[in-house]
């Protein structure tokens, strides 16, 4: 499974942005995908996941009724919403399938690249 993710970019505080992750290969063998982020000199966090099967979103606090997740299963593309940014959102997002064990941990089969989210204040 290949993951190419998309849609980072610098946008003000308050503003929204939404970043994409495109699924390739063996792409029947995920079942959950999630979003982490990684901000500089910090370890990489949860940010959200989805079951792809069910539609099941799950979020860490932060972006609670902020960000949302969903999926386009034909398009076996997974997007993240992120509306009312915040400086501390700055980040680089990473895109994650499959994951070992529980889908908040850092322990998946397959990652994207990364795309940097930059929130000016």
């Known amino acids: 499974v290949q993951l190419q993710a998309s849609g980072g970019g610098l946008v003000q505080a308050g503003g929204s942005l939404r970043v994409s992750c495109a699924a390739s290969?063996?792409?029947?063998?995920?079942?959950?995908m999630g979003w982490f982020r990684q901000a500089p000199g910090k370890e990489r966090e949860f940010v959200a996941a989805?079951?792809?099967?069910?539609?099941?979103?799950y979020y860490a606090d932060s972006g609670k009724g902020r960000f949302t997740i969903s999926r386009d299963n034909a398009k076996n593309t997974v997007y993240l919403q992120m509306n009312s940014l915040k400086p501390e959102d700055t980040a680089v997002y990473y895109c994650?399938?499959?994951?070992?064990?529980?889908?908040?941990?850092?322990?998946?089969?397959?990652w994207g690249q990364g795309t940097l989210v930059t929130v000016s204040s």
């Open positions: 290969g063996r792409t029947f063998r995920t079942n959950v």
């Open positions: 989805i079951s792809l099967n069910y539609g099941s979103t």
């Open positions: 994650a399938a499959d994951p070992v064990g529980n889908f908040y941990s850092s322990v998946y089969r397959y």
